[in-house]
T-cell receptor, first 111, second 115 residues
Framework: EDQVTQSPEALRLQEGESSSLNCSYTVSGLRGLFWYRQDPGKGPEFLFTLYSAGEEKEKERLKATLTKKESFLHITAPKPEDSATYLCAVQATGSARQLTFGSGTQLTVLP | NAGVMQNPRHLVRRRGQEARLRCSPMKGHSHVYWYRQLPEEGLKFMVYLQKENIIDESGMPKERFSAEFPKEGPSILRIQQVVRGDSAAYFC?????????????FGEGSRLTVL
């Protein structure tokens, strides 16, 4: 069974204090790993897709990386508007099209 | 270009009633997915549909739950004889094709409360 574990569950940072979120996964064969951002009361918003170990993607203050066992979402010099829950999901080969999501990391950036 | 539209945003039902949740995908998208988010839990896949076809319903409970995506009109997730455990946020997502199916556009969700 595919599994995704995210850590920490919650993270509080001061504005400008860089950090990383972790996503560990177990999947029979990886079709893709996805990062989403979810604001309170809203639906998830797509951020990145990673397909193979060693791949990196960047968008503004966010950078996602992938190894064979885990992915990291690095946040550089965060701002209060980066506060949200960040979700990691995997799509396995042969699983049709469903995503298996982790429980998320709730990030709070204090001004 | 309107995003994924879900309604109602909030729905309250008593045990034993029926709940119907509607989802209009983004313009040009013909693939619809339903996910459920229970309190303090992650999103769980329920069903994947294309127009007039259910492609994968492996995540949907066998009893009381059904989904459709007719040729005309929105996709509908129907829950019959609701129980308290059905209380959750139900999210619909869409994608334009069957290639990049992990890059989903989500609606804002329908929050079902069962009294």
């Amino acid at each position: 069974e595919d599994q995704v574990t995210q850590s920490p569950e919650a993270l509080r940072l001061q504005e400008g204090e860089s950090s990383s979120l972790n996503c560990s996964y177990t999947v029979s064969g990886l079709r893709g790993l996805f990062w989403y951002r979810q604001d309170p009361g809203k639906g998830p918003e797509f951020l990145f897709t990673l397909y193979s170990a060693g791949e990196e993607k960047e968008k503004e203050r966010l950078k996602a990386t992938l190894t064979k066992k885990e992915s990291f979402l690095h946040i550089t010099a965060p701002k209060p508007e980066d506060s949200a829950t960040y979700l990691c999901a995997v799509q396995a080969t042969g699983s049709a099209r469903q995503l298996t999501f982790g429980s998320g990391t709730q990030l709070t950036v204090l001004p | 270009n309107a995003g994924v539209m879900q309604n109602p945003r909030h729905l309250v039902r008593r045990r034993g009633q029926e709940a119907r949740l509607r989802c209009s995908p983004m313009k040009g998208h013909s693939h619809v997915y339903w996910y459920r988010q229970l309190p303090e839990e992650g999103l769980k896949f329920m069903v994947y549909l294309q127009k007039e076809n259910i492609i994968d319903e492996s995540g949907m409970p066998k009893e009381r739950f059904s989904a459709e995506f007719p040729k005309e009109g929105p996709s509908i997730l129907r829950i019959q004889q609701v129980v308290r455990g059905d209380s959750a946020a139900y999210f619909c997502a869409s994608s334009p094709n069957s290639v990049n199916t992990g890059e989903l556009f989500f609606g804002e969700g329908s929050r079902l409360t069962v009294l």
